[in-house]
Each structure stands twice: as C-alpha cells, then as structure tokens.
C-alpha cells in the first residue's frame, strides 16, 4: 500500500528533493551557517513527512471505502465517494455508464431467458396433444379405415411445432442463415399447400390458389415458414368454408372465411405472447406464431397487414419489395 501512494505521488517526491538541492546550493554560495541550513532542513522535511502521512492516511481510507463498495458494485454504485478532481468525476462517469449498460444487457437477458422458458413450457403441453392423440388412435385398433390419416396430420402438427422451435431459436440468434434471392413466388406457396394437404382433406375445406407469376427477392426457407404460419392459422379458425390465395400487386394475400379476428385484438396479434379472444377460446394457442412471423419478414424486408371482420374471415397480406436487389 505505501509503495502503491508513493509511486502515485513520485513526481511531487523528486519536485521536492529537487528543491532541496537547489536550496542547499544557494544557501552554499552565501556562505550561510550550516546550522541554520540544517534546521530549515528539518522543519521542512518535518513538514512535508506529516502532509505525506496525512496523504497516506486518507489514500487508506479512500481505498478501503472502495473495496468494500466493490462488494455491492453489482447492485448499486450510488454510494461512490465525490470526486476530488475533474478526472476522478471523469472516471466516475464512466463507471456509471458502463453499470447502466449492464444492468440494461442483464435485464434483456432475464427478459429472454423467461420468455424461452415460458415458450418451452407451453410448447411442451402443445405438443403433447398429437401425441396422446397419436397413442388413442393406435390403441383402437384398425378398424377405423381413416386412422392412417389422422396418424399422419398429427404427426404433422409434432413437425410443426418442432420446426417452429427451431425458427424461434435461429431467429433470436445473432448469426441468420439468410441467402436472399430471386425466386417465384408460386413455387413457394405450393411447396407449403403440399404440407398442409392432407389437413385441408381432412376439415373438407376449398382450397382457391389463384397462381401470381410473380418473382420475388426473398429467403425461400423463412418465406415458406412465414406461409406456414398463415395456412396453419386459417385451417386452425376456419371450421368450414374457403381458403384462398392471391396476388394483389406485389404483394401475396391469404385470406380465409373463419372466426375472424375482434377489432381490439387486431393491434396486438403480433404481439409476443398475445393470444387474443381466439387464443383464449381454442385454449391451445401460445401467441408465438405470428410473433415469429412479423420478426421473419422484417429480417427479409417484407410487410405483412391484417384486416378482419368477426364471423367473416381474415385476410393477411405479405408485401414484397419490388425495387431491392439480389443478394446470394
């Protein structure tokens, strides 16, 4: 601790040795009695060993004041000492910008750890239904000749909800496997139409797909995911009826003749964890889904809007930019 305040303070220690030499010269040149050197010698040095002391003692305290705030750094800094300088209030400063940093970064963290855990949570109960489904159906036997079927579409929702942990992984990660290039649009919806076939036999509902011949700058994996999440919602809230899909413009449409959605739900569906009326009537929703969706087209630079009417249907539209260009 003395070497540590004595290196802080050597410039002022060879200042002061400097000093005295250049005093003991001039006092030689005059030919003063030494006595009367030695006595300036004492009281000087007498005085400068107190005020060095003195220094010392309050460097000590200082020093034990901040290492017992370095115990309570990680809650709180509201307790630093004034500064005693304009370098210190400088340090000082600085400190308190990187705590508000941290305390930002670790806040976001808590934040999404509990949404990961909260979205497991519910995922795990989601997805337990297709399998307690998937285990009656092979309990009762073969006698029912549409078993195979619903076998498959259960199995189906398992992929689903497995694929969109996934998305929901890779979409919060700071690396994005995105390779954005021109490809036609119809290409990608019908890729997704296949997937969800058998479901469409299955509720018996019209499926009205009105080719675009469009071209558009997208990532072909995350575009049909966000399809994916459109034709799931419609075939999850439309018990009968059609499911069209369109051009309008550059832009894609798919709209259903279902429950619709409530005005005062519509602000908030892409909302994470926002479930909505439907959520809470259907008991099985996680207010995921469309979360994901939204964060999916503003990674691909896409739009996506809403309009519904209650008892009437939903109508979602993915707009595409036509003037971006192509990046591999």
């Known amino acids: 601790m003395l070497l540590s305040y004595v290196r802080r303070h050597y410039k002022m220690v060879l200042l002061l040795l400097l000093f005295t030499a250049v005093f003991a010269l001039v006092f030689s040149l005059y030919d003063l009695p030494v006595e009367a050197v030695l006595y300036a010698a004492v009281l000087c040095a007498a005085t400068g060993l107190a005020m060095f002391f003195i220094g010392y003692a309050l460097y000590v305290r200082r020093h034990r004041r901040l290492r017992e705030l370095l115990g309570r750094a990680a809650v709180s800094i509201d307790e630093l000492p ?62 029912q000749p549409d078993r195979d079927t619903a076998l498959a579409a259960e199995l189906f929702k398992i992929e689903q909800y497995a694929d969109m942990v996934l998305h929901y992984l890779r979409i919060g990660s700071d690396t994005k496997d995105l390779v954005l290039r021109t490809c036609a649009l119809d290409d990608v919806v019908r890729r997704s139409l296949r997937k969800f076939a058998r479901l469409f036999i299955m509720k018996r509902l019209q499926l009205d797909f009105r080719e675009s011949g469009l071209e558009v700058l997208t990532d072909e994996k995350w575009l049909s995911f966000i399809i994916d999440q459109l034709l799931s919602n419609a075939l999850k809230y439309t018990p009968s009826g059609t499911v069209s ?84």
């Not at 009417?309 to 595409?320: A, S, V």
């Open 82 to 143: 004034e500064p005693r300088d304009f370098v210190e209030r400088d340090y000082q400063e600085l400190v308190r910008v990187l705590f508000r940093e941290k305390t930002r970064i670790a806040s976001e963290a808590d934040i999404d750890k509990q949404d990961m855990i909260d979205y497991y949570t519910l995922w795990v109960h989601q997805i337990k239904t297709p399998i307690a489904a998937m285990h009656l159906l092979l309990q009762s036997g073969s006698e």
């Open 245 to 328: 899909i369109y051009a309008d413009g550059y832009a894609l449409v798919i709209e259903d003749t279902g429950i619709g959605i409530r005005p005062e739900d519509l602000p908030r569906i892409f909302d994470k964890g926002y479930t909505g009326f439907n959520g809470r009537e259907d008991k099985k929703s996680t207010g995921i889904g469309l979360y994901l969706l939204r964060r999916a087209a503003a990674l691909l630079g896409h739009s996506i809007s809403v309009s519904s009417e209650p008892g009437r249907g939903t109508r979602f539209k993915i707009g595409f930019n036509p003037d971006a260009l192509p990046v591999e």
